[in-house]
C-alpha cells in the first residue's frame, strides 16, 4: 500500500512540471515577472505564484476581461464622468489568457502562474494544507455569475476570488456613488436657494362696488345743479357777515315786490290775530281722538330750506298755518300752507352763516321772529318793516340755544357751546349782554326757562343736566341748584314742561327718554320714567330732541327711526299714545314743534323738507 503523503507529493510535483513545460512554450512572451502573494484560505496561509505578462500589442486581443467587469466600469464612469483608474491589486492578481482551440473541444483557459509552497514548513504541514486545499477546489459554487461560465479552466478557487474581486468593486462604486450623489446634491441646495411662492393678486371687485354720489359731486336724483352748486357754496361759507341790519330779500323768488309785500303783510296781520291764551291740558282719551284725526298729504309736505333742518317753530295763528324753519346752512324758511301752489308759498332768506339752532316767534308780538345761529349772532326779523335785526353778537363765541326769561320777550338766556351763559336785554342799544356768567358745565347745548317761575332756567350739557337761579349768577362761576347726573351717554336735550314746569324731559343718546319731577326743586330730583326710544340718529340726520306738546301737560312728542317712518306721542308714564304715520311721510322727522293751541304737528328732516300733519276740522284754514 503506498503511502498518502507521497502520493500527494507526487501529484503537485507533476502538477509544477506541467505548468513548466507550459511555460517553456511560450516562446513569444519577452519576459516574465514572478512575485509572492500570500493569501489566506480556511485560516490557513497558502502562497501562490501569479505570473504576470507584458505582452506586445499586436497580442492585446487574445485576453479579454469578464463581460459583467466591462459593463459595471462602464456604468460607473457614465455616472461619475470621469475614468476610475484600474485596480492594481485586480491586475496583479489576475492575468487571463483566452485561447481559441481549433478541435471540436471548445475553448479552454489556462493559468501560467507557478504554485509554490513554502519550504518553511513541515511535510506533515504540507500535506494537510494540499488536502484542504483539494477539499475546498472540490466543493461547486453555485453563486458564481453566469459570465463565468466562459472561464471552465479555472480552479474553483479562483473563481470564487474573482467572484470577491467583483463584488469589492461593486460595493466601493455603489459607495463613491453615494457619496457623490450627496455631494451634488449639497451644492445644489447651497447654490439654489429656496424660493418663497409668490401669493397671488386679489381680482378687483368691478361690479357691485357702490360709490357715494357726494364724493362724486354728482347730483342726486330730484335735485337740480343749481341747487347743488348753491349748497356747496353754502357749505364753504364759514364767514361771519357784517353786523348790523338786513333786509328781507329772499334768495329763491324773483323780483315780484308786489308778491312779496302781500307774504309780509299776511304774516303781519297773522301776528295781530294771534290768541295769546292758552288751552289747559284736556282729557287724554279726548287728547288721544284728535290725535288719531291728524293725517298728512302730498300737499302739506314742501322742501322749505336747502340744507338739513335744525329747528322748527309754528306760528300761534288760529287761522292760517304758517311755519318757519331755521338751516344748517344760515336758512331761514317761511312757508304759508295757504298759498297754490305750494311753492309759491315759500320764501327762503340769509340772515346767518352758519346752523340756526332755535327759533322762535315772540310770545309778545308773534310779527317778530328770534333766530340764534352758531356764528355768535341772535337776529330779530320784522315782517312789518321786512328787516332782520341783530339782537346779540359775539364773534369769540358760537351759540347753541335761548330762551326768554320774561314774557314780554325783552331779556333772553343766551347759551353758548363753551359752556357760558349770556343774559341780553333787548331794550338796551348795542348788541352786547348785560351778564356773562361761567357755569360749571363743560358744553351746553340746551337752555330753557321754567314757564312759571321764569328765575329757573335749565341746562343740557355733555351728560349732565343742571338748573341755575337767574339771581344767584356771578360773572366768576356759578354753582346749580340741582344737578342730575343719571345719563350715561351724551345729551341732546332738556326742557321744562310746557304748562306748569312739573316735569323736566331729556334726551340722551343712550336710546332713553327721562322725566324727572320737578314740582320741588330741591338737590334731588326724582326720576320717575324711563322711556326706551331709539335715539341714534347717526352722523348725517339732525340728532333727535323730544318736546313737549304745548297743549299737554304730561305728553311727548319725538321723531323715530322705526319703519314705516313715523312720529310718536308718549305719556309720561312710558305708554306710547300715537304714532303719525302716512305713505307721504318716507324719511326721519327729528326736529318737530306742535302748535301751541290746534293739533298741528310740523316735523323737518335732514333734506330741508317740511311734514305737516294737521287735523281735519283744521283744514278749512289753509282756504
Known sequence: MSDPCSAVVGKAASRRSLQVLEYKENQNIPYVALRPIPRTLLEKTVKKHLATFSLSNDKLDQFKR????????KSINVMLGKKMERNKTCRGILTL??????????????????????????????????????SEDGESDDDAPADLDDFSGLSPYERKRLKNISENANFFASLQLSESAARLREIIEKRQPESKRKKPKKREIEIGCRRSMRLLKVDPPGVSAVAAATQSALEEENTLLPSGPFEMTPDNQGDDSELFKGFLQTWTAMG?????????????????????????????????????????ALHPSETRTLVAAGAKFGQI?????????????????????????????????????????????????????????????????????????AEDACTLVVGHWEGNVSIVDRRTPGTSHEKFIQCSLEKIRTVHVHPVHRQYFVTAGSRDVHIYDVRNLTPRGSQPLVSLTQHTRSLASAYFSALTGNRILTTCADSNLRIFDSSCLTAQLPLLTT?????????????????????????????????????????????????????????????????????ILAGGNSSGKIHVFMNQNDAGCLV
Not at 301 to 310: D, L, Y
Not at 369 to 385: A, H, K, P, Q
Request: proline content about 4%; charged content about 20%; aromatic content about 10%.
Open 66 to 73: 469578464p463581460r459583467y467587469v466591462l459593463e459595471e466600469e
Open 97 to 134: 489568457k483566452m485561447e481559441t482551440a481549433a478541435t471540436g473541444a471548445g475553448s479552454t483557459l489556462q493559468l501560467t502562474p507557478l504554485d509554490a509552497y513554502s519550504e518553511s514548513k513541515k511535510s506533515q504541514c504540507k500535506s494537510a494544507s494540499e488536502a484542504a486545499v483539494l
Open 272 to 312: 295781530k290775530t294771534s290768541s295769546k291764551t292758552t288751552k289747559e291740558s284736556s282729557n287724554l282719551e279726548s287728547y288721544q281722538a284728535n290725535l288719531s284725526g291728524m293725517v298728512i298729504s302730498e300737499d302739506n309736505i314742501c322742501k322749505v330750506t336747502s340744507g338739513a333742518v335744525f329747528s322748527v
Open 333 to 405: 324758511g317761511l312757508w304759508d300752507l295757504s298759498q297754490q301752489p305750494k311753492e309759491d308759498g315759500v320764501y327762503v332768506f340769509q340772515p346767518h352763516s352758519r346752523p340756526v339752532s332755535c327759533l322762535y316767534f315772540s310770545p309778545a308780538n308773534p310779527a317778530h321772529i328770534l333766530s340764534l345761529s352758531y356764528d355768535g349772532t341772535v337776529r330779530c326779523g320784522d315782517f312789518s318793516t321786512a328787516v332782520f335785526d341783530e339782537v346779540y353778537r359775539d364773534d369769540s363765541s358760537a351759540f347753541s340755544s335761548f330762551d326768554f326769561l
Open 531 to 599: 322711556i326706551r326710544h331709539d335715539t341714534n340718529s347717526g352722523r348725517w340726520l339732525t340728532r333727535f330732541q323730544a318736546i313737549w306738546d304745548p297743549k299737554q301737560e304730561d305728553c311727548v312728542v319725538v321723531g323715530s327711526m322705526a319703519y314705516p317712518r313715523r312720529v310718536e306721542v308718549f305719556h309720561e308714564t312710558g305708554k306710547r299714545l300715537h304714532s303719525f304715520l302716512g305713505e307721504s311721510l318716507a324719511s326721519v322727522c327729528s326736529i318737530n314743534a306742535m302748535h301751541p293751541t290746534r293739533f
